[in-house]
């Protein structure tokens, strides 16, 4: 598309509002504390949670946190917050002047591009990149529902989290009667060869080139299958469309209700879900190796329901602080909202190059084709590990934010979409 076809260019940093960005910066967290894990190669890994099977008793505690409050809850509100973030494009452009094919085929163009991104992160560090799945399935979303009726928008969500809801009821019947299987049948052991976790095998290359195969053999897979047959981010996207037509991050204290409401029911079942999995994952319950797969389903579904609690709350935290702001709002957010929350916003600023630079401090330093420091640490030393990476993620937009410079994957991206602006 003729980037002349536009009125205006990208968001200016006066029209943001605290709490996307507060969410995406806390949100990288997350992201560093769910995926840093699939680095410990070289061990037994637990095929229904990803975590190593042997460890210390503070191991043990480290893995069931996450278990419980991170893994398969941070790619749905990331999948929120981008459709979210869609929405809010489209609006400014068509509120500056812009025709709705103009808006939609801009939206398109940058979907296609984090794709793109998404194909050239995974062959170079990161096999579990989420930016293929969200350029997929925002392709397919804007495609057929982005022009849709609020209704319908509602109802296509329902239907899809009703198919979800059936697939893991049947999952976990078939997990019943797979556990009746005795552990030592043929059947059972092939059935756990074939759960064996594969994003380590990457990570245990010796071979960059090797690694660079099994990375994209893997993204190619996992960007379909978490992009569109998950189910779970399409119907983010979809919440997100209806969400954003209503301005609810950008003016949260109008409503307050749904947000509470939403927080409370989406972070109980977000936490109780996953118990069980937790639970087994320490030795609190016996369920058979063969027959544990039946975590992951019930892990998919509530996971949905977590990241859209997780969404809620920092909603509510956005109100909050911009509850807090007093006098107009300065250009440097560590002085219009205190070092924290301002640090925290200056991530979710610049999500997308802090979400890369992970990949960049995590894998030439973890991977075997690197330094290989993945098979010496263990899963709390991993978490310690998780949250240095997000720190001084922190440290350069915090950097960056009192410099006045925009993150460097945001610049090539709005380049590559909008030209010179």
Not at 267 to 280: N, R, Y
Not at 373 to 402: D, I, K, N, P, Y
Request: charged residues 15%; hydrophobic residues 50%; positive net charge.
């Amino acid at each position: 598309m003729s980037t002349t076809a536009l009125t205006r260019g990208p968001v200016q940093a006066a029209e943001r509002s605290p709490a996307p960005d507060l969410a995406r910066g806390f949100m990288l967290l997350l992201i560093a504390i769910a995926n840093t894990p699939y680095y410990l190669w070289g061990r037994e890994m637990n095929p229904a949670a990803s975590h190593p099977v042997d460890g210390s008793a503070v191991d043990k505690v480290a893995d069931f946190l996450i278990i419980m409050l991170v893994d398969l809850r941070t790619y749905p509100m990331f999948a929120f917050l981008f459709g979210y973030g869609m929405m809010q494009l489209y609006n400014r452009q068509l509120s500056s002047g812009t025709s709705e094919a103009g808006a939609r085929r801009l939206l398109q163009k940058r979907n296609w591009l984090l794709l793109a991104f998404g194909f050239v992160h995974a062959a170079l560090l990161w096999m579990g990149d989420v930016l293929g799945a969200y350029g997929l399935a925002g392709l397919l979303m804007v495609w057929l529902f982005f022009q849709a009726k609020d209704r319908t928008l509602l109802v296509w969500t329902w239907v899809l989290g009703g198919l979800l809801a059936v697939a893991t009821v049947l999952a976990t019947i078939g997990a019943w009667f797979t556990a009746q299987i005795p552990a030592d049948d043929p059947l059972a052991r092939s059935i756990v060869a074939d759960l064996a976790p594969t994003t380590t095998d990457s990570a245990a290359q010796t071979s960059y080139l090797a690694s660079v195969v099994d990375r994209l053999s893997y993204w190619s897979l996992g960007t379909f299958a978490q992009g569109v047959l998950m189910l779970v981010v399409p119907m983010m996207l979809l919440l997100a469309f209806w969400a954003g037509r209503r301005r609810i991050l950008e003016n949260p204290g109008e409503h307050l209700p749904l947000l509470r409401r939403v927080a409370v029911v989406g972070i109980t079942i977000g936490w109780l879900g996953p118990l069980p999995s937790a639970l087994d994952h320490v030795g609190a319950m016996g369920v058979p190796d063969h027959a544990a797969w039946v975590f992951y389903p019930v892990q998919i579904l509530t996971g949905f329901f977590g990241g859209l609690g997780y969404v809620a709350l920092f909603g509510l935290l956005g109100h909050r602080l911009a509850q807090r702001r007093t006098g107009a709002p300065s250009r440097n957010l560590l002085v219009t909202d205190g070092p924290f929350a301002g640090a925290v916003q200056a991530v979710g600023k610049r999500s997308l190059t802090s979400y890369l630079l992970q990949s960049v401090l995590c894998a030439p330093v973890l991977a075997a084709w690197g330094l290989g420091l993945g098979e010496r640490l263990s899963s709390w030393s991993m978490l310690l590990f998780a949250v240095l990476v997000w720190a001084l993620t922190v440290a350069f937009a915090v950097w960056q934010e009192r410099t006045g410079r925009r993150g460097p994957a945001e610049v090539a991206l709005r380049r590559l979409i909008y030209g010179r602006t």
